[in-house]
């Protein structure tokens, strides 16, 4: 398994000798003798892994660990001469995938960094938190609503009602199911507002509110939301 890996090291005799021996195993080494050219080169590189000294000049290691995990998921494999609980814990809090305390073996070093390859390969895909409905996309973290790329404006009411219905494209919900949905977002709910809410939603993802595609009536039960429907007129 070949990867781009960034040693951060301001013993160049100790990162010249991690590069050779992982570049014996087949990696792609880049070194970086400070924090701040930690960062920099991580943002430029990408690495697949960063080998991280805790007692680096100009930006501490903790610092540069805090920085990268906030922008990326890169791999930190964290080296220092501290050897107590509490620093351990302190890196693993910031999201070093493991840590190693000086001295250490460089053939140690090397089998630690292809076992969190495999684990980085192994990683399940995180779910899309997106719900769509054809060309409508939901985005439950943003409350975010669009159709076509186009922005959508939806009350609180609104929103929980098409996200309760994107969750299950096709299932019908009975105006019970929905009022339970929205218990907290209208203080006095009713099956006339999830009607009007419904009308109002109609209005702004349909093409024609009078003939809906998406937001579907089934008469004598609920409403449905499909992938269906054209965005022209």
Same mark, same amino acid.
């Given at each position: 398994?070949?990867?781009?890996?960034?040693?951060?090291?301001? !013993?160049?005799?100790?990162? *010249?000798?991690?590069?050779?021996?992982?570049?014996?195993?087949?990696?792609?080494?880049?070194?970086?003798?400070?924090?701040?050219?930690?960062?920099?080169?991580?943002?430029?590189?990408?690495?697949?892994?960063? %080998?991280?000294?805790?007692?680096?000049?100009?930006?501490?290691?903790?610092?540069?660990?805090?920085?990268?995990?906030?922008?990326? !998921?890169?791999?930190? =494999?964290?080296?220092?001469?501290?050897?107590?609980?509490?620093?351990?814990?302190?890196?693993?809090? &910031?999201?070093?995938?493991?840590?190693?305390?000086?001295p250490?073996?460089?053939?140690? &070093?090397v089998?630690?960094?292809? #076992?969190l390859?495999?684990?980085?390969?192994?990683a399940?895909? +995180?779910?899309?938190?997106?719900?769509?409905?054809?060309?409508?996309?939901?985005?439950?973290?943003?409350?975010?609503?669009?159709?076509?790329?186009? +922005?959508?404006?939806? #009350?609180?009411?609104? $929103?929980? =009602? &098409?996200?309760?219905l994107?969750?299950?494209?096709?299932?019908? $919900?009975?105006?019970? +199911?929905? =009022?339970?949905?929205?218990?907290? $977002?209208?203080?006095?709910?009713?099956?006339?507002?999830?009607?009007?809410? %419904?009308?109002?939603?109609?209005?702004?993802? *349909? %093409?024609?509110?009078r003939?809906?595609?998406?937001?579907?009536?089934v008469?004598? $039960?609920?409403?449905? &939301?499909?992938a269906?429907?054209?965005?022209?007129?």
């Amino acid at each position: 398994m070949c990867a781009l890996i960034l040693i951060a090291e301001d !013993n160049a005799d100790q990162a *010249e000798l991690l590069r050779r021996y992982l570049e014996s195993d087949h990696h792609t080494v880049v070194l970086a003798a400070d924090g701040r050219q930690a960062i920099d080169s991580a943002r430029r590189h990408r690495p697949d892994l960063l %080998v991280l000294d805790l007692m680096l000049p100009e930006v501490d290691g903790l610092d540069v660990c805090r920085v990268l995990r906030a922008e990326s !998921n890169t791999l930190v =494999l964290m080296l220092t001469a501290r050897s107590t609980e509490d620093d351990m814990l302190l890196g693993l809090a &910031l999201g070093a995938d493991d840590y190693m305390t000086k001295p250490f073996s460089p053939r140690e &070093l090397v089998a630690r960094v292809r #076992t969190l390859l495999r684990r980085g390969q192994q990683a399940p895909a +995180q779910p899309d938190p997106l719900l769509r409905a054809g060309s409508l996309v939901i985005d439950p973290v943003r409350h975010e609503v669009s159709v076509a790329g186009r +922005q959508i404006e939806c #009350t609180p009411g609104e $929103f929980r =009602l &098409l996200q309760t219905l994107a969750s299950d494209l096709d299932r019908v $919900f009975t105006r019970e +199911q929905l =009022l339970e949905s929205m218990h907290g $977002f209208d203080r006095y709910i009713t099956g006339r507002t999830i009607d009007a809410h %419904v009308k109002n939603l109609r209005r702004k993802i *349909e %093409v024609d509110s009078r003939r809906p595609k998406r937001l579907l009536t089934v008469y004598g $039960f609920g409403y449905k &939301l499909t992938a269906g429907g054209s965005d022209a007129p």
